[in-house]
Every structure is written in C-alpha cells, then in structure tokens.
C-alpha cells in the first residue's frame, strides 16, 4: 500500500468461508461490545456468507441482537421492496427474517417512495439520533463504487441520489429476475461512510481482483471511491484469495 495508508488492514483468506466467518464474528464482536449497536450492512453476493454464517453463529450460542438497530446502506430508486432484486428483500431475506429482528430497529430506504430526495434527510437525521452507525459492512464495485457512491460523485455528502454508473447498471441484472427498468440509487455518502466508527469492506472472486489492486495501489481519490475508505482510521479490507491475486505485495 502507499505511505500516506498507514489506517486501513488488508486481510487476505485463503478461502471465501474463512473470510465470511471472520467478518461474521467482526459483527458478532461489535454487538458483544455494544449490544445496541446501529449496523450498516450492504446488500449484493459478496457478502451472503458472511450473513449466513452470521445467523447461524447467533442462533448457534444465542447472541441477543433485540437491540441492535439496522439502517439502510443503499437501495435503487424505483423498485419496490417487494421485488426480489431490492435491498430491502435481500436484508430482509438474509438477515431481519432469520435473525427475527423487529421492524422498529429496522431503517431502510424506501426506493418507491415520492420524492425520493426526502428520505436523505430523513436517514441522516435518524442515524445522528441514534449516535451514528458503529460498524458499516460494504461491497466493492467493479469500478470502484461503495454503496452507491458511484466515481466521481461528490465525497462531502451524505445520504443522496445519485445517477448510476455504466457499469454499476450492467452489474445489475445479475439481482433482478424480471427487466425492472433501473437508473438512479439512493445511497449514503462517503461522508457517512466516513463517520461510521468502523468500516469492513468485503471483496470475493477474480472478477473483483483488478479493482481490489486499484483500491489499493491507486491514490486516494473519488475516481475510486472506495480509495476512500484508506483515510478512515478503523476500516479493514478483507478480500480472498482471488480478489487479491493481482496484488503487488500479498
Ligand atoms: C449493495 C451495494 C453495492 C455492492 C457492490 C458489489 O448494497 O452497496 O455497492 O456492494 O456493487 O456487489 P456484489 O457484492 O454483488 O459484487
């Protein structure tokens, strides 16, 4: 990594398994540390094992998450929480269903609802009330993106809407079943990214290996956005090995 990155840790696995079971028990030390942490969990493939492991670790030695507070990281605008493809159904599906948490401690955006823009103040406003976001769990664009903090978007902001990227759009079909017509997001900010008291993001597969490189060797720019994530001072990067295989220096 460049000199001026003396914050992030980059963790290689050998495996996908053995990098969800560690960022699992990431979020498991969080909880334990704080049981009524407010998380921050994105949606998509790269983290699905970390959330089935997740579960069942919790449901193996009954860690008590009534308490823990859940707000949304990003959601395309549009799409209806009822389709499969959008965040909400994921977390819901993989997370709030099995791990039974209660619909007041979950914060999501709603990508339907009109105007859409009204929701940013509102999710910023409701994770100042809840003393900000302990740990922030992110996927990685291929090109670079974290939420939906899309290259070249403005890093002061918070919650927002934003116009997709090319790349972010053709990525997309892989989440919906049917042709759901997709062209903006509503995403937090890289400067919520940045006030979370800690940042996790996860990285899987040779399809994320030329980014992960650039994630890390690139200067710290919003080009990448994920770039950022190097100024935090409690942000971790945990990549398998494939991800990391274009890496200078494993
Ligand atoms: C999803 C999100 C996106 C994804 C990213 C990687 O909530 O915020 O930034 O994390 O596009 O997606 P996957 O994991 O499907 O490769």
């Known amino acids: ?28 030390e969080a909880i334990t540390q704080k049981p009524n942490a407010v998380l921050c969990l994105a949606t998509g493939h790269s983290p699905v094992l970390t959330y089935r492991h997740l579960v069942e670790e919790v449901k193996r030695s009954a860690i008590d998450f009534s308490s823990v507070h859940f707000v949304g990281l990003d959601e ?12 909400h159904y994921f977390l819901h599906q993989h997370l ?27 999710m910023t406003e409701t994770i100042k009330n809840m003393g900000g ?14 939420g939906f903090n899309e290259p070249g978007c403005d890093e002061n902001l918070s919650a927002h809407v934003i116009s997709l990227d090319k790349i972010t759009l053709q990525g997309s079909r892989k989440y919906f079943h049917d042709d759901t017509p997709l062209e903006k997001g509503i995403t937090l900010g890289i400067q919520s990214v940045l006030e979370s008291n800690q940042v996790i993001l996860v990285a899987n597969g040779v399809k994320k290996a030329e980014i992960v490189k650039q994630t890390i060797e690139q200067p710290i720019s919003m080009n990448i956005p994920a770039t950022m994530l190097r100024k935090h001072k409690q942000s971790h990067m945990f990549v398998d090995a494939k991800a990391a295989k274009k890496l200078e220096n494993q």
């Open 96 to 122: 709030f269903t099995p791990l039974k948490i209660k619909p007041s401690n979950i914060h999501l955006f709603n990508g339907l609802e009109k105007p859409i823009e009204k929701q940013c103040a509102v």
């Open 133 to 146: 976001i302990d740990l922030m769990l992110v996927g990685l664009g291929k090109n670079g993106h974290i």
């Open 1 to 28: 990594m460049p000199k001026e990155d003396c914050h992030m840790e980059l963790k290689i696995f050998n495996t996908p398994e053995l990098l969800a079971k560690h960022t699992a028990n990431k979020i498991i």
């Open 76 to 87: 395309w605008v549009g799409v209806k929480t009822t389709n499969p493809g959008s965040c």
